[in-house]
């Protein structure tokens, strides 16, 4: 059975590159119908934090990525570490090193030239061992070259001189990373390795652990880095780069996972846009490319956009109203008016979150003209004039609705004998305060009787 696992450190949100490897984590795993685990590897207690925790866990759960059973914490396997960590002492494996250091990095980095704990006898061992002296546990690198098979890559050697005797278990009892995670991995189960290739460079301490301690080695897929546009690797610089700012902007999960799931892995004939469904039938670790991706803002913004055409309105409306709500400015007698305006813009929009600017003129009291459209269509007499028959007009339509409002409009364009334009575009002007809006019949009805007679009025006040 195929398990997979996504082992983030909760010392910072969840990055999209974190998000990128537990999605294909994940589509792998429930592609061949086996098993997802979440491993907390929270065992630097400095840097990992509740809050970090909460939100990863909450990122996973907006994009959908569920796992099987409980949640692990290598906090609390400390003592599972310990006896292997033994084990590899009692099978000559590893090693006490008393060693005096500085601080704790500067042990598990020391140089070893100068480091003969290896050769202590063994009463000698046993006799530091029971005293407060601080000791690491070293691991016994072999002399013999490690080989890394990765689906996606070239296979690559790592020659053994180049890799001292390195620290697995730390003087305050914590094992290492290199060291918890193949414990971890291995107990766990884990068959595919899949993460982000800054862990290249682990791998031969991982291997040769895996070796030492019998065992079973799993396949590794190193995926390459997510780059900003500069080709740099993606950061703060080039962009939000947590999975939580766009979950607060307005962005829908299903587009970020079908953007993520793009970075990096295609399917054979280009599809863009993908399902989720779609990605579980078509996912495979063949599709995943060697070269890095670049998360390009605009595209993502593009994709999101077409997810929200494709949303149903009454969602569309309610998370229109959740964002109304955080603003303050909803009011709980209007969801139908809410649900019209969500309609109107649904195909203007690229996150909900747009709506708010998008529809201002809308949900605002007043609005302000912007000077060019002003001067473009509202500067004539002769518009003037025919705003005054428009509000005419209009102040006596007893029906709102938009399509009487055309049959009303159409009428007095046919009476003035003027072009529709001459009514539409001043008339857009004066009512949203900019040259671009949706259709102005259905602007009107939005805007209800009043807002519109008092905008007509403003500019007419305003040429006199
Ligand atoms: N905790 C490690 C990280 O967040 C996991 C590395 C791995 O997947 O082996 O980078």
């Known amino acids: 059975m195929i398990r997979t696992r996504f082992a983030p450190s909760p010392t910072g949100y969840l990055h999209l590159g974190g998000a990128r490897t537990a999605l294909y984590s994940w589509l792998y795993a429930r592609k061949q119908h086996g098993e997802f685990i979440l491993r907390i590897e929270d065992t630097d207690a400095k840097r990992s934090s509740p809050k970090y925790l909460n939100s990863i866990i909450e990122s996973l759960e907006w994009l959908g990525i569920n796992w099987d059973g409980e949640v692990y914490f290598q906090s609390k396997r400390i003592e599972i570490y310990k006896e292997y960590a033994k084990k590899l002492i009692s099978s000559g494996r590893a090693y006490y090193c008393f060693c005096p250091a500085k601080g704790e990095e500067r042990k598990e980095e020391k140089e070893l030239e100068n480091c003969s704990c290896i050769n202590l006898p063994s009463s000698k061992t046993k006799e530091l061992e029971n005293s407060n002296i601080p000791k ?8 013999e070259s490690v080989k890394l098979y990765d689906l996606v890559r070239e296979e690559i050697t790592f020659q053994s001189d180049t890799i001292s005797d390195f620290v697995i278990l730390k003087s305050d009892g914590i094992a290492t990373y290199n060291f918890a995670v193949v414990i971890d991995d291995a107990l766990m189960k884990i068959t595919h390795i899949i993460r982000g290739d800054d862990h290249i460079s682990n791998t031969p301490r991982q291997l040769m652990l895996y070796k030492a301690l019998d065992f079973k080695i799993p396949k590794y897929v190193h995926l390459s ?16 780069t947590s999975v939580t700012y766009f979950k607060e902007n307005g ?7 079908n953007y993520l799931s793009l970075l990096g892995w295609s399917t054979s004939d280009s599809q863009q846009i993908l399902s989720k469904e779609d990605l579980l039938n078509k ?35 309610n998370r229109f109203i959740d964002y109304l709500k955080k603003e303050k400015i909803y009011l709980s007698s209007k969801d139908k008016w809410y649900q019209e305006i969500a309609a109107l813009h649904q195909s203007r929009i690229r996150t909900i979150r747009e709506l708010l600017p998008q ?15 002003a001067n473009s269509y509202l500067n004539s007499k002769k518009t ?8 005419e007009f209009i102040a006596l339509a007893s029906d709102f609705s938009s399509n009487n409002l055309e049959e009303v409009l159409r009428n007095l364009i046919a009476k003035l004998k003027i072009e529709a334009k001459e009514i539409i575009h001043p008339l857009r002007v004066a009512l949203t305060g900019t040259t671009a809006s949706p259709g102005i019949f259905e602007v009107i009805h939005l805007l209800g009787k009043e807002k519109v007679l008092r905008r007509i009025d403003k500019v007419i006040q305003r040429s006199e």
């Open 359 to 373: 529809t201002s003129y809308l949900l605002n009291k007043d609005i302000e003209i912007e000077e060019d459209a």
């Open 384 to 391: 003037i004039e025919i705003l005054k028959e428009v509000r």
């Open 136 to 143: 690491v546990i070293r691991f016994k690198v072999p002399k």
């Open 251 to 257: 962005y829908l999960p299903q587009a970020l996972i």
């Open 283 to 317: 996912f495979s670790l063949k599709g995943i490319s060697k070269n890095p991706a670049i998360f390009d803002y605009d595209k993502m913004l593009w994709m999101n956009g077409q997810y929200i055409r494709k949303m149903g309105i009454k969602e569309l409306t």
């Open 225 to 240: 880095m997510i780059l900003g546009s500069d080709r740099k690797r993606l950061s703060k610089r080039h962009g939000a």
